[in-house]
């Protein structure tokens, strides 16, 4: 190999690498998303729910849980069902308790909790949905 195409080879593996930089900071960065926040106003006594599409509010004599509606198997927004006291997923049957718990099912992980936050004056709440 002659100096020219050698020379040629360098320079493009370093015009190459150079133009691959943004591209691998892009995929590889680990991005900051700041929470969303919910607004549940109201006055809830112990023993209440309210359910949002993202979150499932329960007020308990030691204060408000939010539980993540979104079933850790695929991402399936799950339903509550009342009777029984568990969240049910519609799409595999996965199955958790009141408090997010794994019960049953193809999920193997609890359902996530978000921040609970109590508005002034106990108007309400204000949940950070991650």
Request: overall charge positive; charged content about 25%.
């Amino acid at each position: 190999m002659d100096k020219r195409s050698f020379l040629k080879r360098v320079i493009f593996g370093v015009i190459s690498l150079c133009a691959s930089w943004p591209l691998y900071r892009f995929v590889t960065a680990e991005r900051f998303r700041p929470p969303k926040k919910v607004t549940v106003a109201g006055s809830f006594r112990a023993g209440q729910h309210v359910m949002e599409h993202d979150f499932a509010l329960f007020v308990t004599p030691d204060g408000p849980v939010a539980i993540s509606r979104r079933c850790t198997h695929l991402g399936c927004i799950i339903n509550y069902d009342e009777r029984k006291g568990q969240f049910i997923c519609p799409c595999h049957q996965s199955r958790f308790t009141r408090d997010g718990h794994y019960i049953a099912g193809p999920a193997k992980r609890d359902l996530p909790r978000y921040e609970v936050r109590t508005l002034e004056d106990n108007r309400g709440y204000v949940v950070l949905v991650t």
